[in-house]
Each structure stands twice: as C-alpha cells, then as structure tokens.
T-cell receptor
Framework: GENVEQHPSTLSVQEGDSAVIKCTYS??????FPWYKQELGKRPQLIID?????GEKKDQRIAVTLNKTAKHFSLHITETQPEDSAVYFC?????????????FGKGTHLIIQP | KAGVTQTPRYLIKTRGQQVTLSCSPI?????VSWYQQTPGQGLQFLFE???????NKGNFPGRFSGRQFSNSRSEMNVSTLELGDSALYLC?????????????FGPGTRLLVL
C-alpha cells in the first residue's frame, strides 16, 4: 500500500516569513495529493490539492508543488500570519474516487511566532 | 449546504463494550469514508462506502465494521472495545467514486475507552 512521509514534524517561523512542509509518497500510481489544516479541537479542512497532471498550484498565499519523478510534493505558505498556526497534513490517494482512502502523513505542527 | 455531521460527539465506554457511531454526509454526496485519528498513529483509513457497498478497507481488525444506508448515511461499529481504540473517529464524504475528489470531514466522535 501507499506510504506517506512528512517533514518536519514541528516548524516554527516568524510571522511574515515563509513556511515549507515536504511530503514523499511511495506508490507511483498515486494521482491525488490534498493538504489539510487542522486547528486544535476542529475537523481537518482542505486548504489546497493537486492532481498528478499538474506540477504546481497556487491559491493566494498557499502553493503546492508536485514532482512525480521524485515522488514528493510540498506545501508553501508565504507571508505567514498567526491564524496559520495549526497542524498540517499531507495525503495521497492511489486510486480514483478515494476507493483506497487517503493515506496521510503524520502531520506538521506549524507555529507562527509573533 | 449543511456540512458532514457526526453523532455522538463524545463517548465514554469500558473495555469489552461495543459502540456505534453515525455519520451523515453532505447532501448529494454518496461516498463516505471513515478514519481513526490518534496522537501516535495519526490519521488512518478505516473503510469507504459507496452506494451501500464497502469498496475498500484499511488495515484494522474485524472488530471494526460499518455500513451505509440508502440515504448515504453511514454507521461504524467497534465491538469488544480495547483501550487502544480510544481515538477521534472522523468520517468524510465526497460526491462520487469517479476520479480523485475532495473529501470533506465531519467534526469527529471522540471515543474514550476506560
């Protein structure tokens, strides 16, 4: 099955700086890569996703890049703000429609220092 | 549209008991997936249902089971509870099974096994 590794487990950045979280996956058949943000005591919320036919996607301060050859994808957050503090999860899906479910990384605790 | 709802939100059980958790997907969504979230193991896929059929199952023992009704609502059951079953149980819904799709999470049911 799929295996997703996520680094770092904790990331502390100054407000206004950029944050980068990296994930690698093992199954070359994976074709969907979402990122979820989970605030304390709340549900995971999708913040951005990318499909295997695209190399990069941006949404305001958030961007995701995908390198299919190397089997890794990254989340980039620019101009970080206090409300960006949360746990971020990457995930990969190796079949259409989620039949095999999402395989998640262990999460990155992002701390924005004022 | 109303989001994914789960009941109950909190539950305390003792070892050996069984428990049933409920999930109502977003209106029109036909796929429901279940995940277990623990501090040690992170988010792990339990199973996925579409049109009342279990399409796939994660690596969990047979004590974990589920079903889906004709209105797409889903239940999961855990029998003979163990201390290690204490976790946040999340369900997620998506519109169909065709192609990789966004999964929308519910608030979760926090289960404590004593």
């Amino acid at each position: 099955g799929e295996n997703v590794e996520q680094h770092p487990s904790t990331l502390s950045v100054q407000e206004g700086d950029s944050a980068v979280i990296k994930c690698t996956y093992s199954d070359s058949a994976s074709n969907y890569f979402p990122w979820y943000k989970q605030e304390l005591g709340k549900r995971p919320q999708l913040i951005i996703d990318i499909r295997s036919n695209v190399g990069e996607k941006k949404d305001q301060r958030i961007a995701v890049t995908l390198n299919k050859t190397a089997k890794h994808f990254s989340l980039h957050i620019t101009e970080t703000q206090p409300e960006d503090s949360a746990v971020y999860f990457c995930a990969a899906s190796d079949s259409g429609g989620g039949a095999d479910g999402l395989t998640f990384g262990k999460g990155t605790h992002l701390i924005i220092q004022p | 549209k109303a989001g994914v709802t789960q009941t109950p939100r909190y539950l305390i059980k003792t070892r050996g008991q069984q428990v049933t958790l409920s999930c109502s997907p977003i209106s029109g969504h036909r796929s429901v997936s279940w995940y277990q979230q623990t501090p040690g193991q992170g988010l792990q896929f339990l199973f996925e249902y579409f049109s009342e059929t279990q399409r796939n199952k994660g690596n969990f023992p047979g004590r974990f089971s589920g079903r889906q009704f004709s209105n797409s609502r889903s239940e999961m059951n855990v029998s003979t509870l163990e201390l290690g079953d204490s976790a946040l149980y999340l369900c997620a819904s998506s519109p169909t099974m065709r192609g990789p799709e966004t999964q929308y999470f519910g608030p979760g049911t926090r289960l404590l096994v004593l």
